[in-house]
């Protein structure tokens, strides 16, 4: 049961323009979101996170907005850079018996262009 | 300061064969969490240590998987009998609160 999902699984992108992620959960327990970027043989590296109470968080290129009636959150990347080109995952925990417990959208693979 | 740390970081087995997968956690961090992503797939979520807690085991996918963390910091994530399905990413995150630090992964490979 896919609770958090990301239904691009790629995204193409000219440098120096917006890049937007999506992603969609089906659970409303969820309270936290977050976002990681993952390069090939490396372990995921935390992007920016959201709390259920915010609607938007910003951290210097990154902004990830939370819409909560439509269980959507996006990430905003702007402007695009060639080292943002990666796969990035979506991910949610909600204190419903396991607090930290994260699950992972499918990811979304970023191609930067120049 | 130092990251999460997991060793080895490649392992290629035999079916059949036991592995064990080791993973430092960063220093302090009260919670550690085992994830494994296969080809293709997103993260899936195996186990959960939070302090002196039980462990939250749900994600393990059976029996052979077994793992525990000694002393409230370094953890072994034990796969007995391996199958060729268990050729993965295993990935080793650490907390505080509710943001999860990840380590570089061991790329489990079963022939």
Redesign the interface.
């Given at each position: 049961d896919q609770q958090v999902k990301q239904n691009s699984p790629s995204l193409s992108v000219q440098e120096g323009r917006i890049s937007i992620l999506n992603c969609d959960y089906t659970n409303s327990m969820f309270d936290y979101f977050l976002w990681y970027k993952k390069y090939p043989a490396e372990g995921p590296t935390f992007l920016i996170s959201i709390s259920s109470i915010k609607d938007k968080n910003e951290d210097g290129r990154f902004t990830v907005f939370l819409n909560k009636s439509a269980k959507h959150l996006s990430l905003h990347i702007v402007p695009s850079q060639p080292g943002d080109s990666a796969v990035y995952f979506c991910a949610a925990s909600g204190n419903f018996g396991s607090w930290g417990k994260l699950q992972f959208g499918a990811g979304t693979q970023v191609v930067v262009t120049p | 300061g130092a990251g999460?740390s997991?060793s080895p970081s490649n392992k290629v087995t035999e079916k059949g064969k036991d592995v064990e997968l080791r993973c430092d956690p960063i220093s302090g961090h009260t919670?550690l969490?085992w994830?494994r992503q296969s080809l293709g797939?997103?993260?899936?979520?195996l186990i959960?240590f939070?302090g002196n807690s039980a462990p939250?085991k749900?994600?393990l996918p059976s029996d052979r998987f077994s793992a525990e963390r000694t002393g409230g910091s370094v953890s072994t994530l034990t796969i007995q009998r391996t199958q060729q399905e268990d050729s993965a990413v295993y990935?080793c995150?650490s907390?505080e609160q509710?943001?999860?630090?990840?380590?570089?992964?061991t790329?489990l490979l079963v022939l």
């Open positions: - | 999460v997991q919670a969490y994830y797939q997103g993260l899936e979520f959960y939070q939250d749900s994600g990935l995150a907390s509710e943001t999860q630090y990840f380590g570089p992964g790329r």
